[in-house]
Each structure stands twice: as structure tokens, then as C-alpha cells.
């Protein structure tokens, strides 16, 4: 099984920065994929960024050019750096991974990013 524990929201003024932290209690170099995903209220649940074992990156349109995803496998940590924030930023943060096998996937318990004056 996976264990994924994230850490680093906040309270932000609009426009600052804030950098998601996500250990995983194993390799995630054996991963299919590492991501994190973002639920407002009254909203459902939506992929940010993901990142595949084989590098590969994907985002959301929304955060492309403001948020990147990256990972430091000697750590089992994957990291989202945000900047520019805005108030529809404002989220739970869930850390995500995937294997290559039919599990369900796994997630975190996630963590709040308020974005506000």
C-alpha cells in the first residue's frame, strides 16, 4: 500500500506563492503516475498537475505558466510549486498516486490553500 502525506497550505495574498510538499511511504520511481488534484467548495474534485513515470507532465489550462509539478525520487517526495495565486486558486489539495496494477488509487489527506486579502 501507499501512504502520501502533504503538507505546506496556507494563507496567501493574491498573487503570492506557496510550494506543496507529498512524501509517499514508498519509491516513487515504482509509481505510474504522481499528481495533485484540488476541490473548492460546491466544486468537484479536479486534476492540477500529474506527472508520469516516465516524466511526462501534464496541467490543467488553468495553472499552466503559474504552477509546476516535480519530484525527487531519492526523497519519495513529489512537490507543487504555485505562483501568481489567485483567489480561485482557493482549494483542499489532495496529493494522488497511481500504479500500474487495477488498485484503487491513493491519496492524501489533503491539505488548504486560501488565497485571499
Known amino acids: 500500500q501507499v501512504q502520501l502525506v502533504e503538507s505546506g497550505g496556507g494563507l496567501v495574498q493574491p498573487g503570492g506563492s506557496l510550494r506543496l510538499s507529498c512524501v509517499a511511504s514508498?519509491?516513487?520511481?515504482?509509481?505510474?503516475?504522481m499528481g495533485w488534484y484540488r476541490q473548492a467548495p460546491g466544486k468537484q474534485r479536479e486534476l492540477v498537475a500529474g506527472?508520469?513515470?516516465?516524466?511526462?507532465?501534464n496541467y490543467a489550462d488553468s495553472v499552466k505558466g503559474r504552477f509546476a509539478i516535480s519530484r525527487d525520487n531519492a526523497k519519495n517526495t513529489v512537490y507543487l510549486q504555485m505562483n501568481s495565486l489567485k483567489a480561485e486558486d482557493t482549494a483542499v489539495y489532495y496529493c494522488n498516486a497511481r500504479k500500474y496494477n487495477l488498485e484503487p488509487d491513493y491519496w492524501g489527506q489533503g491539505t488548504q490553500v486560501t488565497v485571499s486579502s
Open positions: 506527472i508520469f513515470s516516465s516524466g511526462r507532465l
Open positions: 514508498g519509491s516513487i520511481f515504482t509509481l505510474y503516475a
